[in-house]
């Protein structure tokens, strides 16, 4: 689907497991150099898919996005939230700015790129060629029905590993059945984890596994995070592109077609 150019954007069905394996197919010396000759793709998706949205990112400078996917879309527009998403995958002129009614749970101002996903997927990364850099990141972090202490052990392990070192902010998505509301065995288990950092810190971001409206999320793009009595997340780049759609293949009613602009993954 990526070689295909009839193909402008994947959107996964679904997580549950694969993902390695495909980052591990895509690391072959003769698939990489294949890929490394495509123009980006949009590519969407959350929860297992983590490792191939990074890996993307990381390998090719792709902007790629954390967002719904088909499973979550067949429920309706309740599961996801519409507006953003075609904002996201369309704006190529200017950046987008998402209002949100998550918590701040450390107020501040922050800007860096956009980074992270399912929290479990994260830690499988370190120890591997595809470990995720956090640095200078706002780090998106999520995962659902993990018990309190297996949050803790998780988030020891990326400290422990050196990736909150350089981190601008830390955005945390509802943690949907990680603890039992109000949650403060978990609230006590990240601030514990985040100890000594003094970035902001917000909680509740609906991304990634939520219980309704999933924001789509550019990875690599930068942004900036205002953590207040409101959390503003504002995009201060376009994410996509624009690209002309060859005449003879037209589109009905539209133009151009948008595609992930690239970024440099280098320091």
């Given at each position: 689907?990526?070689?295909?150019?009839?193909?402008?954007?994947?959107?996964?069905?679904?997580g549950?497991?694969?993902?390695?394996?495909?980052?591990?197919?895509?690391?072959?010396?003769?698939?990489?150099?294949?890929?490394?000759?495509?123009?980006?793709?949009?590519?969407?998706?959350?929860?297992?898919?983590?490792?191939?949205?990074?890996f993307?990112?990381?390998?090719?400078?792709?902007?790629?996005?954390?967002?719904?996917?088909?499973?979550?879309?067949?429920?309706?527009?309740?599961r996801?939230?519409?507006?953003?998403?075609?904002?996201?995958?369309?704006?190529?002129?200017?950046?987008?700015?998402?209002?949100?009614?998550?918590?701040?749970?450390?107020?501040?101002?922050?800007?860096?790129?956009?980074?992270?996903?399912?929290?479990?997927?994260?830690v499988?990364?370190?120890?591997?060629?595809?470990?995720?850099?956090t640095?200078?990141?706002?780090?998106?972090?999520?995962?659902?029905?993990?018990?309190?202490?297996?949050?803790?052990?998780?988030?020891?392990?990326?400290?422990?590993?050196?990736?909150?070192?350089?981190?601008?902010?830390?955005?945390?998505?509802?943690?949907?059945?990680?603890?039992k509301?109000?949650?403060?065995?978990?609230?006590?288990?990240?601030?514990?984890?985040?100890?000594?950092?003094?970035?902001p810190?917000?909680?509740g971001?609906?991304?990634?596994?939520?219980?309704?409206?999933?924001?789509?999320?550019?990875?690599?793009?930068?942004?900036?995070?205002?953590?207040?009595?409101?959390?503003?997340?504002?995009?201060?780049?376009?994410?996509?592109?624009?690209?002309?759609?060859?005449?003879?293949?037209?589109?009905?009613?539209?133009?151009?077609?948008?595609?992930?602009?690239?970024?440099?993954?280098?320091?």
């Amino acid at each position: 689907m990526l070689e295909d150019p009839e193909i402008h954007a994947v959107f996964c069905t679904r997580g549950g497991y694969g993902s390695n394996y495909v980052v591990e197919y895509f690391s072959s010396p003769a698939v990489l150099r294949r890929l490394k000759r495509l123009p980006p793709r949009i590519v969407m998706g959350l929860s297992d898919v983590t490792t191939l949205l990074l890996f993307l990112h990381r390998k090719l400078g792709w902007v790629t996005f954390q967002g719904p996917m088909l499973s979550g879309f067949a429920d309706g527009e309740t599961r996801y939230d519409r507006a953003v998403m075609e904002q996201v995958l369309s704006n190529a002129s200017s950046g987008t700015t998402i209002a949100s009614d998550a918590a701040s749970w450390r107020e501040g101002i922050a800007e860096g790129r956009l980074l992270g996903g399912c929290l479990s997927l994260l830690v499988t990364t370190l120890g591997t060629p595809d470990e995720i850099d956090t640095r200078g990141a706002i780090l998106l972090i999520e995962d659902i029905d993990e018990k309190p202490y297996r949050v803790d052990r998780m988030l020891f392990h990326l400290r422990k590993a050196g990736k909150f070192r350089g981190v601008k902010a830390f955005l945390f998505g509802e943690m949907v059945g990680c603890g039992k509301p109000p949650a403060d065995e978990l609230r006590d288990v990240i601030l514990e984890a985040l100890d000594g950092l003094n970035v902001p810190v917000v909680f509740g971001l609906r991304f990634g596994h939520t219980t309704g409206g999933c924001l789509t999320l550019p990875l690599g793009v930068r942004a900036r995070l205002v953590a207040g009595e409101k959390v503003e997340l504002i995009l201060l780049e376009s994410a996509v592109s624009a690209t002309r759609v060859e005449a003879s293949r037209p589109i009905a009613g539209q133009a151009g077609l948008s595609v992930p602009t690239r970024r440099s993954t280098k320091r």
